[in-house]
């Protein structure tokens, strides 16, 4: 019971690092663009993660039952995946880079479980038929893919975006377009959240769910629950609403305490922005990450916005975008999956040669 529960601690404190790593490019924009305060910004993020969380499930779904066997995790290969992923995104947060909260997740969920099962590849689902919905899903359509298309389509959409935007007010002062997408970006910055949170948020529900859910059918650490505890009981995979609500406040928190170095890297090193920029780059991405969420796919939210934040850019010019910084960021984006698998492998190696879990999962 103790080790469930050391669990659900460690994937809200995944929550919360994925807070300031990945929510921050909800506020990046407009933070940097001087439309709204560090503060304000981080209180718009709060209470439209917070609705976005609570608008679906589908992302959670895919995260705890389409991407690996569940047959072969156990609580203690879901701790060594969370472990995986805080390593990696600490160190890339230290580092400023916007890596993927997502994709180290999930590197460590396949790392994680693919030494469970012993380095049985067969344990990861790469790409198959759902039969009921006659949907394709695993690893290859629903992250490996989009990781590469999710930021050219970004790139080509806030192109498109700001390019359409300023022909539009090319005739207009300075002065009143700053004035209109101040204003303006507000709404992007919290339709941007929203999506945030309608993505990022569900991911660590997912683990959530898929925890008390393996707790539950396979070690029946659940089976003598006191009646107060009951909500704990979770014989099919399914993400409650106590759970949302607790994922989205602790992202919100994360976001609130460590924001500004992303934002720094994402907002100023990169390309220098107006609320014009601001706004287009921040639509954009919103669009991309809320379709994509309706779809169940778990999108990288740093990737869409650092891509739309380029698009944005080379309509001023092509050297506008400082191609160095983002360089950096694209090595971060390719090696997470890798490392982050690596890394939850050898953890859970380590801890079987040290004998922290007796036996292995039979499916």
């Given at each position: ?15 919360f ?34 609705f ?26 879901l ?44 344990v ?12 394709l ?51 992007s ?54 759970i ?11 976001t ?75 090595w ?32």
């Amino acid at each position: 019971m103790l080790l469930i529960f050391a669990i659900i601690l460690v994937a809200l404190i995944f929550e919360f690092i994925n807070g300031f790593h990945d929510t921050a490019n909800a506020i990046a924009t407009s933070v940097a663009t001087k439309v709204m305060t560090p503060r304000q910004a981080v209180a718009i993020a709060a209470i439209c993660n917070l609705f976005g969380a609570l608008a679906g499930t589908e992302v959670a779904k895919t995260i705890g039952t389409e991407i690996v066997d569940v047959s072969y995790l156990t609580p203690v290969t879901l701790l060594c995946a969370l472990a995986a992923a805080i390593i990696w995104n600490l160190a890339t947060w230290w580092l400023g880079l916007p890596s993927s909260s997502s994709h180290a997740l999930i590197g460590g969920l396949c790392g994680a479980a693919l030494a469970s099962a012993r380095g049985n590849w067969a344990v990861i689902h790469w790409s198959f038929v759902e039969p009921v919905h006659q949907k394709l899903i695993g690893l290859w359509p629903r992250v490996v893919a989009p990781m590469f298309l999710a930021p050219a389509l970004g790139i080509v959409l806030g192109f498109i975006v700001t390019g359409l935007l300023l022909w539009l007010f090319h005739a207009s002062r300075p002065e009143v377009v700053n004035r209109v997408f101040r204003i303006s970006q507000s709404f992007s910055a919290s339709w941007m959240s929203f999506s945030s949170g309608m993505n990022d948020a569900q991911k660590t529900m997912g683990i959530v769910a898929l925890t008390l859910f393996t707790a539950t059918t396979q070690s029946h650490a659940f089976d003598r629950l006191p009646v107060w505890l009951d909500f704990l009981h979770t014989p099919e995979f399914k993400v409650y609403t106590w759970i949302k609500v607790v994922c989205a406040v602790t992202i919100a928190a994360g976001t609130a305490v460590g924001s500004r170095r992303i934002v720094l890297t994402l907002g100023k090193k990169m390309v220098k922005l107006q609320p014009i920029h601001g706004f287009a780059a921040q639509s954009a991405a919103a669009g991309i990450i809320q379709f994509a969420s309706l779809l169940g796919i778990p999108l990288s939210t740093t990737h869409v916005v650092s891509a739309t934040i380029m698009g944005t850019g080379i309509t001023k010019r092509f050297s506008a975008v400082k191609w160095s910084v983002a360089e950096r960021m694209a090595w971060a984006w390719v090696l997470t999956l890798p490392i982050s698998c690596a890394l939850a492998y050898s953890i859970f190696r380590l801890q079987s040669l040290l004998g922290w879990e007796k036996g292995m999962p039979t499916p």
